[in-house]
């Protein structure tokens, strides 16, 4: 299923095409050579001093890595997960090497992420980011040192059918796609919008 997002002008045809998915086809396999070039999108976004903060543990359905990825999840997200392709949870420095806070570690994770999804819609994958994950059991149960800290989990895999999805799922799926106008986002020379937000 196809969601274009209804935009103001032109942009870049993968960014209007990408959206976030919860049907994922249940018998979809990825193979490493077509994971590969997500992470290495995810490589090449900029960072602050180059620090390259992020860091991705990943598990391929029916491992036993899957299953750990899997119960970090909320359980609304557990729910169309399950039939992903791959998890990955995404994980930042937050500290620098001079033992400052790493100030800038989600925004450079949050780009990573961006390449990485947008990376994924060109190459015809369903890809899905989410924050409802328990991090200190991902700390735990994956092995996340104390100087990172996971912040986003992601969902990939192929588009499948949204009859399987919960009625609450199926009924996201399909809601068209909204974003405030470019007026409440910027503005020139002053803050935009009205001045208490
Ligand atoms: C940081 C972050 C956290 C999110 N958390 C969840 C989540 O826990 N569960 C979920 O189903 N979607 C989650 N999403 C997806 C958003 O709901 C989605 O991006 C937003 O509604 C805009 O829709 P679109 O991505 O289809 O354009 C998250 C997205 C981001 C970037």
């Known amino acids: 299923m196809r969601k274009p997002a209804p935009t103001a002008v032109p942009i870049l045809p993968v960014i209007a095409e990408r959206w976030s998915p919860r049907a994922f086809d249940p018998e979809a396999v990825l193979t ?47 729910d169309y997960c399950r039939r992903a392709s791959v998890l990955v949870i995404a994980a930042t420095r937050t500290v620098r090497d001079n033992g400052k806070p790493n100030f800038h570690g989600g925004h450079d994770l949050g780009l990573s992420i961006g390449y990485m999804l947008l990376q994924a819609v060109s190459n015809g994958l369903a890809i899905h980011p989410m924050g409802g994950f328990d991090d200190e059991r991902a700390r735990e149960l994956l092995g996340i040192p104390e100087h990172f800290a996971a912040w ?35 503005s020139e020379g002053h803050w935009p919008g009205s001045a208490l937000e």
């Open 32 to 78: 490493a050579e077509e994971l590969a070039p997500l992470f290495e999108a995810a490589r090449w976004a900029p960072s602050s001093a180059n620090n390259q903060p992020w860091r991705y543990v990943y598990g391929h359905r029916g491992t036993e890595a899957f299953d750990r990825l899997l119960s970090c999840l909320s359980e609304g997200n557990r």
């Open 152 to 186: 986003t989990a992601i969902a990939i895999g192929r588009y499948g059918d949204p009859a399987l999805l919960s009625e609450r799922h199926r009924a996201q799926e399909t809601a068209p796609r909204e974003r405030l106008p470019v007026s409440a986002i910027a």
